[in-house]
């Protein structure tokens, strides 16, 4: 083989190419993970659902008391805590492999279930419809930076409450055809969810290498687990869904007003979780989720923009690490009742930290309005905001051709790069702004005078006049509405 | 000597709940006025609370100590203010509708209306209709709040409303509700007398329709 004589020959160094963020050391996960198991043991979770109640009760390494409240045992966590899969791949049903969760990859996506939507043409605030889901998703189908796609807003002209999961899937599925994370009124939904997904994955075997979606399961902080919660976790763990159990905690309302303590909490939440599905099939593709976040003191706002929801955020990411589990987390939203520049730095500041935590699932990217408002214009910002931060975390390479000293060498003192082979084949390495503007102001007058949201407005009807998906086949689509169809008959008497 | 109910509305502001009730025990061991103490102790201090609140002089954890503090003080005078036929305060009776599990929105603002004076009766989430009118009919609240935070369970209120109707029992009771989903405009449009968007707005107005 030729060799070719490098400019340097570094010697024994370790290359950092990219940024290192961590926000807990290696003790301090620790210190977490040992409270939260201290919490199993000593003070316990509620569990209202008969079956998970005998799965503990049986396996001997469980105290039921009487109130519901399970204490387990480390012995029982840890086994169970080995059992679960580091690597989920999921398929779209354009068929693509796309979303690849295992560690430090990182992917973007939507939120779920906003009951309001910021209608750009109004100016109004009004409820969620099956249409608005449809547009929503054929921007996220478009826009490159998004990788998942929750439903974003609620149905809210489904024909009845106990059904509206399975057309918001069915507007979803329209929509866009990447992976998709849902959210299901209960065990029966999901299994509905289940059976649609199977129809584009050839089955419920194929559907468990190549799942289409990950289920969104919570309990209720602090320390509950509601029936129809679940019921959808085992309801995952039977047929080996991918499913998250992610808590919500406010801290200083729901959880302590302390970030560590709020972790141990969390964590130990999960972890109950993560012993329940190891003793209903060990090995199900159970995710460890969380949006961890503080109640605002002056409003009582659940806020989705504070810096701790960040810090607390990567701060998960760094135990899941640790654990080895795939991490479902949060950013790109905000607390601003309309798109404007507090969403954008709200949005900023949450992506920036997932992504650099190593965060696999970044969820409720374009929430404004605190998870209440639903803004199409919030996703193709956030699609910017998303492409500079994968920038950033495409770091620094440090390589021969990279250090470019020949090339310093060429040019010499007092020359041009513009013109050098070197600039014609490295310049696209950069981030090409397609909504940032950095014209002049002779130039950026010419054109009208945008401002950012000018034309973000804009970008956002151009996808919505002139993308359409893959379209779903007639026979697919028959047998979907037949399993809707059921599901409302069902729910009709 | 004397209890001080200047002393009294300071531990109130301070969050000191179990001063203020031992206080309010002196107070009325002593022989003391319940009206007086009632407006000159707890309210007084609830009232500088409520001031400094909207300053942002005062967050909601002290707010909430405080409003603790009342509630503390509250059920020590309470016997004495209905004894005396002394104007106070009535009950409310909140819980979240059926289907519904949040919880922590609803609790915030029965401590809130705690801190106002209100005798809290807190049902809890999940709940039959019938559960509602049962336990108006029980404790004949002056104020019933309802809490649902899903545009899925919302319709329940209506449905509540109407139950009460039916058991002949709505015009006991004011009616107010709240939840994320919640607007002024659904609230009209269901038949309740009160929508409120957040804790401590929600008193306000409740205390407007009240005294109106
Ligand atoms: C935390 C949270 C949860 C927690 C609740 C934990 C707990 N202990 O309460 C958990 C994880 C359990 C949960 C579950 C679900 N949630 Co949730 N949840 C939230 C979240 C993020 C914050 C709510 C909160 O705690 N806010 C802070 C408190 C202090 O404020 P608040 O509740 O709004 O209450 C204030 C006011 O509204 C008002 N108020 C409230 N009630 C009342 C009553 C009266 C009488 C008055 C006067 C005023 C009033 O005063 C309160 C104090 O200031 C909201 C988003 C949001 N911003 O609302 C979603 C949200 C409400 N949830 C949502 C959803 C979809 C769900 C689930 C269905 C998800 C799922 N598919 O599993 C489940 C439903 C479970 C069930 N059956 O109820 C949606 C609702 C969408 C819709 N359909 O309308 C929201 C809007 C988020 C979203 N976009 O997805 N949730």
Redesign the interface.
Known sequence: MKSVMPDMQPMNQTVQETPVFQVLTEDQIEQIYFSALEVLERVGSRVHHDEALELFRSSGDAVVGDDKRVRVTTSLVERALKSYPRKITLKGRNGVRSVALQKDHVYFGTGSDL??TYDRKTGERR?TQYKDIVDAARIVDYLPNFDFFMSHG?V?DAPN??T?DRHQFMAMLEGCTKPYVVTS?DGEGLEDLWKMACLFQGGENEFRLNPMFVAYIEP?SPLTN?RTAVEKLLFAAEKGIPAMYTPCP?S???AP?TIAGMLVQSLAETLLAIALCYLKRPGMPLIMGGVTTV?D????TYSYGAPEMALASAANTDISKWLNLIMFSTGGCSDAKVLDEQAAIESTLSNLTAFLSGANLVHDVGYIDS??NASLESLVMNNEIIGMVRQVGKGIKTDEAHLALKVIDEVGPGGEFVTHDHTYEHWKEWFLPKLMDRSDWETWNAEGAKTMLDRVNDETQRILDEHEPQPIDDNTRKELKKIIDDADKRHSK | MAVDLGQMAELLIAGKVDDVEKMTEQAIDDGMDPSDILQKGLIAGMDVVGQRFKACDMFIPEVLRSAKAMGAGMKQLRPKLVASGAKMAGTMVIGTVKGDLHDIGKNLVGMMFEGAGFQVVNLGIDLDTQVFVDAVKEHKPELLGMSALLTTTMPKMGEVINALKEAGVRDQVKVMVGGAPVTEEFAKEIGADIYGANAASSVDKAKEVLEA
């Not at chain 1, 003191?297 to 009582?300: A, D, E, Q, V, Y």
Request: hydrophobic share 45%; charged share 15%.
């Open positions: 009951p309001f409820r609620i809210g409450p106990l509206y009124v209720i509601d406010s200083g309302a729901t007003a109640m003191m002056r409003t009582t998870g209440v």
